[in-house]
């Protein structure tokens, strides 16, 4: 297995680019399943989870082709698709489920395997499940399978209150409303920037839907939906990612394709801790004040508030702060994974359920670590800009899920990094 190098020390300079979001790609890409015409969508990430949902969506019948070393995707489902999504595709990522509302939404019927716990969460679909069983469906669980039946063939509007501002039971149902008869409400929505995307689309499909971005969307269904080209929003948590390495590591980049609206209360607490983040044309430009991070408490809430895709980033900044931060993960029940690792670099971080209590300290040592999840994994290896001598970032399969060339994107700005080949 190929793991990732990092010599610290290296102050950075220059420009990163930004791709476009796996967040929005991945229920972009399920969308083509709700009409027979061609979805193309441009600025898509390079990502092995892209390749997965690209794997899914031809096993139900699409046909995908793409352009530009992958950067577009072009999908289309002509004709009769098969309704079954397999648990051997399934498991290896959990944004397969966002098929069952647009399967239940063309064809009436939909077996969807669940996709079982993952290293963060037990992450239920219940969420999804009781808002399509609103729109007439019946749900059954039978062998790991969401056993799918639209009554009558065809889903109905409904009106439905979330419990939580889930942001996939809110795709989910968004997209399974488009072609429901009559009109549908979703209260207490998700808001996150990916949903607004793929509100965008969806109009551009000829899809009826308002409220995208605020927590209540109503969706009034269509017979039918046609094709589009959509470009995929950029990464606001690449961006994050990015804006955090000069904060650590010294140094000014620039990233470009950020704005600031993507991540606004996470810039705010960079402020609090002394960073400079300012809006060029191009892009973010980011750098710190001082010579240390200050100290800041920060909460994990849906968006706008605190996203928790940045949490074990912000950790790493942390770690390095002069004072003493609290750290409280409101979304997934077990989120903290990276920080004994950050410990076996001589990070002074204590945790207790759903809270970390960071104190910063002056110095850092690199250290073979191991990597949990994707957001772990490059919270370890934005550590290790900073630390003394070598880190060793290993299992950096979990990296591939969700970023492009790492190694090539901070090597660009200066830092000394270098992917090493598994043997
Ligand atoms: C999306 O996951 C993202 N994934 C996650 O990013 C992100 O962390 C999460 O939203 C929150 O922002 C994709 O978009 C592919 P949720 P999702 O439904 O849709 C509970 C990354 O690093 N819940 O908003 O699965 C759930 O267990 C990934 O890129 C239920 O209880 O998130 C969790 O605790 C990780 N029942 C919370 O809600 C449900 O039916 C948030 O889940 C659904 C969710």
Do not use: W
Request: net charge negative; aromatic share 4%; with cysteine.
């Amino acid at each position: 297995m190929d793991s990732i190098v990092v010599r610290g020390g290296k102050p950075l300079s220059g420009q990163i680019e930004i791709a476009g979001a796996k967040n929005a790609a991945l229920t972009l890409m399920p969308a083509t399943l709700l009409s027979d015409e061609p979805l193309t969508l441009t600025n898509t990430p390079r990502l092995s989870d892209i390749k997965t949902m690209t794997l899914l969506l031809e096993s139900l019948g699409a046909e995908i082709s793409s352009l530009q070393d992958g950067k577009v995707q072009t999908m289309s489902c002509h004709g009769a698709i098969n309704t079954t999504a397999d648990y051997d595709i399934v498991r290896k990522m959990r944004a397969s489920n966002l098929v069952l509302g647009p399967l239940l939404a063309r064809e009436g019927h939909a077996i969807v395997s669940l996709p079982g716990g993952c290293a963060i969460g037990a992450r239920p679909m219940d969420i999804h499940t009781d808002g399509l069983a609103k729109m007439g469906a019946e749900i059954d669980l039978k062998d790991g399978y969401l056993h799918a039946k639209a009554d009558g063939g065809k889903l109905k509007g409904a009106v439905i209150d979330f419990p939580f501002a889930s942001v996939g039971a809110t795709e989910n149902i968004m997209m399974a409303a488009t072609l429901a008869k009559g009109t549908t409400v979703i209260n207490n929505a998700a808001r996150e920037p990916e949903i607004v995307d793929l509100a965008t689309c969806l109009r551009k499909m000829g899809a009826q839907i308002e409220g995208d971005g605020t927590s209540s969307i109503t969706i009034q269904g269509v017979d039918r939906l046609h094709g589009a080209t959509h470009p995929v929003v950029t990464d606001r948590i690449e961006l994050g990612t990015y804006m955090l390495a000069p904060v650590i590591a010294g140094g000014e980049v620039e990233c470009l394709g950020g704005r600031m609206s993507l991540v606004a209360s996470f810039a705010e607490k960079l402020d609090a801790a002394g960073v400079d983040v300012q809006e060029t044309k191009a892009g973010l430009k980011v750098k710190l004040r001082g010579d240390r991070p200050h100290a800041v408490d920060v909460t994990t809430e849906p968006f706008p508030g605190f996203p928790t895709d940045l949490q074990a980033q912000m950790m790493a900044m942390l770690c390095f702060a002069d004072g003493t931060s609290v750290l409280e993960e409101k979304i997934f029940e077990n989120r903290f994974m990276h920080a004994p690792e950050l410990v076996r670099m001589g990070a002074d971080i204590e945790v207790h359920g759903g809270t970390a209590t960071v104190t910063g300290v002056d110095r850092m040592k690199g250290a073979p670590v191991m990597a949990t999840d994707l957001r772990a994994s490059v919270s370890l290896i934005l550590a290790g800009l900073r630390a003394e001598g070598e880190t060793q970032v290993n299992r950096v399969y979990h990296l591939d899920r969700g970023y492009e060339d790492v190694a090539g994107k901070l090597g660009g700005v200066g830092a000394d990094i270098e992917r090493v080949p598994g043997s």
